[in-house]
């Protein structure tokens, strides 16, 4: 039973830290390095300011300034998690996930059949993740 378990270890030493070493990268080549990122974002985007200026002559963008609504609107209720490594080809990987304020109790089917299948929703009592 312990050769067993000796031959076991050997072999994941064998495996993972002789065979699985790349003589530039070394163990951690850029498609097993994962970056993150949390980005918070409110329910209402760019509070003070229009993107339109004040000499556009645009038809299309004839839109006042927008001021939002209420204040507590202004906080976070989503976080943006972006996982994501620095692979090419096919090892390129990466994802993202959107944790939501709330329950999800209230939104019709129709507006979550619009959301993409790439995006995992997650709802909690807070946007934290």
């Not at 995992?120 to 993740?129: H, L, P």
């Amino acid at each position: 039973c312990i050769k067993d378990f000796e031959a076991f270890l050997y072999k994941i030493y064998f495996d993972f830290f002789i065979l699985g070493v790349d003589p530039f990268w070394g163990r951690f080549p850029p498609s097993r390095r994962y970056n993150m990122d949390q980005s918070p974002l409110p329910f209402v985007n760019g509070q003070d300011v229009t993107f339109t200026m004040g000499d556009d002559d645009d038809v299309n963008i004839k839109c006042p300034n927008i001021k939002c609504p209420k204040e507590s609107l202004r906080k976070r209720h989503f976080t943006m998690h972006l996982v994501f490594n620095a692979a090419e080809g096919d090892d390129r990987d990466g994802w993202c996930d959107l944790v939501c304020k709330g329950t999800g109790q209230r939104i019709k089917d129709a507006e979550k059949e619009l959301w993409d299948e790439d995006v995992d929703v997650f709802w909690q009592s807070k946007a934290f993740g």
